[in-house]
């Protein structure tokens, strides 16, 4: 496993669109290229160049994305790596645009299943039937899930 320690001058300006700031004081180390701990922590994680939040963070950190609710029949698709439909979406926050990064949750527990970008705003979301609208690209169980361990 490689691992590189990083300065956080040089990751703060990322965090900026999060709201999120770290000190010197912070240990900030990208694993494997992808992963960047904070703390010993899997905070972040690279997709194509922009670092989106690991759901153990989301787990801690709630509001940080806006939320996609999925009923529980989607829920095992979901955690499996599927792309997210519109018939299995029961709500959305509005403000959603495309190519925003959201979390996927579940309608009884709302804990964060997957973490996906928005293929279309919510607007349009909510006037589509059918249809993939959320791209999953990071859920429980896959290798940024298991970056913990």
Do not use: C
Request: proline share 3%; charged share 25%.
């Amino acid at each position: 496993m490689s691992s590189i320690q990083l300065r956080h001058k040089d990751i703060e300006p990322l965090l900026i669109v999060y709201n999120i700031s770290v000190s010197k004081q912070d240990q900030l180390e990208l694993r494997n290229e992808k992963v960047l701990y904070i703390n010993h922590q899997p905070a972040f994680f690279y997709y194509e160049n922009k670092l989106a939040p690991t759901l153990h963070y989301l787990l801690k950190h709630s509001t940080l994305l806006k939320k996609i609710v999925v009923d529980m029949g989607a829920v095992k698709f979901v955690v499996s790596g599927a792309d997210i439909m519109r018939p299995g979406i029961v709500e959305m926050e509005s403000e959603i645009s495309t190519g925003d990064f959201v979390v996927v949750v579940d309608v009884n527990s709302k804990k964060p299943l997957a973490v996906g970008i928005a293929l279309f705003g919510s607007a349009e979301m909510q006037d589509m039937k059918t249809g993939k609208v959320v791209k999953n690209i990071h859920y429980v169980g896959d290798d940024v899930w298991k970056s913990k361990k």
